[in-house]
């Protein structure tokens, strides 16, 4: 339901991808806008109430493959779907293809981009690192479309720094809802930590994100004016 209301979507109009087996669970969603010809996929983040895709998160251990090596349980879960999205994609000939995912979700769909060619245009909300640093160098000489939105003091985005690279274009949400092309200073992160240093979950929840792109978009409006 909430997929639906964020996308103007029917519930009859939106395909479900679910593939869970053992501590295996990962969700999908599609959906085919007729009206300009564009297909949307969605990657579901972790849920809090489920152990098994903390674990599956845990699953930090490279994985290597030709193209460098990955997060082995982003790995896996993105190869459970991959023979899905790409059956949507087909489907669609010619349509613009957007991605997007949060969390988890988001390293997901870098994973489809990187090794299973997906070509779309993807934003991330909150995406942990995921490529290894010859995997991240083979997703930027590719040319992929990929945009990470970060809020500043969200903590999962800087998690494994020591074994995993982002890639992609990276924008920035501050705390007063600018968007930034870079990286928060030091600084500001360990302001806002010092206020509030327990707030690092509800710092990158999707809410959190939604309600700094709405205030980013309020003042561009502003600022048109």
């Known amino acids: 339901a909430t997929f639906c209301a964020m996308v103007g979507a029917e519930p009859e109009d939106v395909e479900f991808i679910e593939y869970t087996i053992g501590d295996l669970d990962v969700q999908a969603y599609t959906h085919k806008r007729y009206e300009d010809e564009t297909l949307i996929i969605a990657v579901r983040g972790s849920e809090t109430a489920k152990w098994d895709d903390w674990l599956n998160n845990l699953r930090f251990a490279g994985k ?7 997060h082995r349980g982003f790995y896996a879960e993105a ?3 991959a023979t899905n999205v790409a059956r949507a ?4 000939p010619g349509w613009e293809v957007l991605a997007t995912g949060h969390s988890k979700g988001g390293a997901i769909v870098t994973l489809l981009q990187h090794l299973y060619g997906l070509e779309a245009t ?3 909300f909150g995406e942990p690192r995921s490529l290894g640093a010859r995997a991240r160098g083979e997703f930027q000489r590719s040319g992929h479309s990929h945009v990470r939105w970060v809020n500043t003091t969200d903590p999962v985005p800087k998690l494994l720094w020591w074994r995993y690279r982002h890639a992609g274009l990276l924008v920035y949400l501050d705390r007063d809802g600018n968007w930034n092309r870079g990286y928060a200073s030091p600084w500001d992160m360990l302001a806002v930590f010092l ?3 327990f707030g690092g979950v509800p710092r990158h929840s999707m809410s959190a994100y939604r309600a700094l792109i709405d205030g980013g978009l309020a003042q561009l409006k502003v600022n048109k004016n």
Do not use: D, Q, Y
């Open 89 to 92: 994609v087909r489907e669609c």
């Open 64 to 70: 290597r493959l030709p193209g460098g090596s990955v």
């Open 195 to 197: 206020r509030n240093p």
């Open 122 to 124: 993807a934003h991330t």
């Open 79 to 81: 190869s459970a779907i």
